[in-house]
């Protein structure tokens, strides 16, 4: 009778420490700002300062792993929305604080983006913003 006892016992505690699927939540973190940035096209969608045109929300910015970026950028035509210039550049992202060089300019801000992960913000260090989404147009 003490034998089955301390073989059920055994038999209970293997039971009740055995592992499954749900005690891993590995599989639910959320991307880091860098995955999220290369997840694909971005497209702009609003600004701080006059906002963008029908045409100009066309344009876009596609962020590589190695850092570098390519900016397209659509402006209004006499025949419609038309690709004006393709900007090669780069990046830098330190944590969540991004730099884009641009041939005349530099755009340092802080990249935050929404709990869908479809909108990116650029709070820019002057105080403006810059809004991307996944969308286009």
């Given at each position: 009778?003490?034998?089955?006892?301390?073989?059920?016992?055994a038999f209970l505690s293997?039971?009740?420490?055995?592992?499954?699927?749900?005690?891993?939540?590995?599989?639910?973190?959320?991307?880091?700002?860098?995955?999220?940035?290369?997840?694909?096209?971005?497209?702009?969608?609003?600004?701080?300062?006059?906002?963008?045109?029908?045409?100009?929300?066309?344009?876009?910015?596609?962020?590589?792993?190695?850092?570098?970026?390519?900016?397209?950028?659509?402006?209004?035509?006499?025949?419609?929305c038309e690709l004006v210039?393709?900007?090669?550049?780069?990046?830098?992202?330190?944590?969540?604080?991004?730099?884009?060089?641009?041939?005349?300019?530099?755009?340092?801000?802080?990249?935050?983006?929404?709990?869908?992960?479809?909108?990116?913000?650029?709070?820019?260090?002057?105080?403006?913003?810059?809004?991307?989404?996944?969308?286009?147009?």
């Open positions: 009778m003490k034998t089955l006892k301390i073989v059920a016992i293997i039971l009740s420490f055995s592992c499954s699927n749900d005690d891993d939540s590995s599989n639910n973190t959320l991307p880091t700002t860098l995955d999220l940035l290369t997840s694909g096209t971005w497209y702009f969608e609003s600004k701080s300062q006059a906002g963008y045109t029908a045409c100009q929300k066309e344009s876009s910015i596609d962020f590589m792993v190695d850092g570098s970026t390519i900016i397209k950028i659509v402006e209004e035509s006499m025949d419609g210039e393709t900007i090669n550049t780069n990046y830098i992202l330190d944590a969540s604080t991004i730099t884009i060089n641009f041939v005349d300019d530099i755009l340092f801000g802080i990249v935050t983006y929404d709990a869908s992960l479809q909108t990116l913000i650029i709070t820019e260090n002057e105080g403006g913003f810059i809004i991307l989404d996944k969308v286009q147009g």
